[in-house]
Each structure stands twice: as C-alpha cells, then as structure tokens.
C-alpha cells in the first residue's frame, strides 16, 4: 500500500456517526449515530441512497451478518434491530438486560449472534432463530468491543477498565485475562494470530494468544476508536479522536498519517468509526462531522 486517495465525501447526517458498515463487494455502506434512522449509501454513485430505517435511540454498532441480506443495529436504549436490507423490513427485535448495546459480530460456523453491552454481560442468540440461547458475565464494568479470531476459536473482549479477557468460543470459558490500557479499551482487532488493541489511554498494543505486549506505541494524540486491518495489504488503520486517520505495518511501524495538518480533504472533529471493504479496496471514516469520508486504497 502506497496510497489513501479520497474518492469523495457523503454529507446527509445531521448528528456525529458513530457506526459504519458494508457489504463485501457490493458498494453498499450504512452509517448510524445521533440521528434517529440507519443510512444506506451507494458507494458506486457516491451518494444517499435511503433511510434503511428509523431507530429509537442512538445507534453505537452496525454489523452485517455474514452470508445474510441481514443487519444487525445495535443502540443506546440496549436494542438490537435485525433488518433485512434488501426488503427494508425488520425481522427481529433483540433486547439486553441492561444499558445500551456496544458490539455486535457472529460466530459462523456456530450461526450465534454476539452482542455487549454498559453492564458487562455478552449475549448469545441463534442466528436461525433469533433466540436467546446463553447470557454470561465477562466483566462487572461496560465491555464496549470484542473482537473474533479469524479460525473462530477465541474472542477478546475488552473493558472499560483496560482489562482484556479471552474466552473460548466453543462454552464461552475464559482462557486468558490481562490488565492491558490505562483506561477503557476502546477498539480491539485480531489479524494474524495476534491481537490489536487500542484506549482512551492514547495506546495502541499488539499482544500474543497469552495477551503478552509484541509491541505498544502511543499512535495518536487521544483516544483510539477504531481499528480496521487492510488484510490484501498486512496493514492496519487506526483512527482517532485526534483527528487523524494512520496506517500501519503488522509490527505498528507507521506508513501514512492523514489529516486536515497535513493537507489532506479530511476530517474536522473526531473520527468514530472506520470500515475496509477488502474486495473494493476502499475504506469509510466518519466522526463528529457528520460526515463520510470514502478512501480508495491501493
């Protein structure tokens, strides 16, 4: 990778957007935040394509079930839309106990829906029918992302404490627990075996399946909310409430550094969330502004 080209700029919220996500191959992108509806964008035009839905309360994750016309939109009052995107039509509504709803991913070869939440708990659904089938603590504190890895055997839950804790996808037991970040973990990402973990402690922490530290940088100014791994490169992004968007090797040494400071047409407050479609080769940052950023990587 040698080059993050912005394709154009999708303007139309009228809030800060917090969530972003596509479908592989297809040119389609959804954005949720503030504003009381999830958007559906036409990455092929460039443009606003419809409002998918109305929401209830503020949206904090979009997921897109694998192998599904399904998306998954996960909110502030702790509900959990499923939508089918292609017939705009909602067919589920998911509730935690508590607290609003952080994280949402899947597990495929188990076809069981995941989701986290403020009170620490993860919650198990099946994905054929939606039913709850297990609900159990990871932490007595807000867990706001997880992350699978790639063969589906552990997943890395990280807390508002900075403590990570790795749970085997299999019965859900922890395997490993370590205290990682200063303050709450943020973002995590699993990309070759390892871990990548970001925080409001500014910190960015490569770490082994024992959770011991590769490699630990200060990659921004403050705090890191999103990473996304660039798979057909062996690069990571990270973005951050500094305004800048930065693209790194596996062993976090840095490549690119892209911000308004630097001369680039890009964000003006923080960056929220990020999204790498690896069959376009194209990734979607958006934040505070309101706006979305498309970026042709190549």
Known sequence: MSELLL??????????????????????LFSGGNDKGVVEWDLEEMKFKRILCAVPASVYTLYHIPDTNYLAIGMRNGEIYIVDFTKQELMAKLKVEAGAVFCVKSLRGKQE????????????????????LYCFSVSKTTVRTFSILDDESRIAFGDKDGVIYIVDSLDYHRIEKRQVHEGGITSLAYFKQDLYSGGRDAKLFQLNAQLET???????MFTVYGIATLAPFSHLVTVSRDKTIKVWNTALNLLKNVSKDRGYDSHMLSINSVYFDNITQELATAGDDKLIKIWSVS
């Open 7 to 28: 394709k154009g700029t999708l303007a139309g919220h009228q809030n800060p957007i917090f969530a972003l996500e596509g479908i592989p191959g297809k040119s389609l």
């Open 113 to 132: 829906l995941i989701a986290t939440g403020e009170e620490g708990k993860a919650y198990v659904w099946d994905l054929r029918n939606f039913e709850l």
């Open 214 to 220: 590769i490699n630990q940088i200060i990659p921004h």
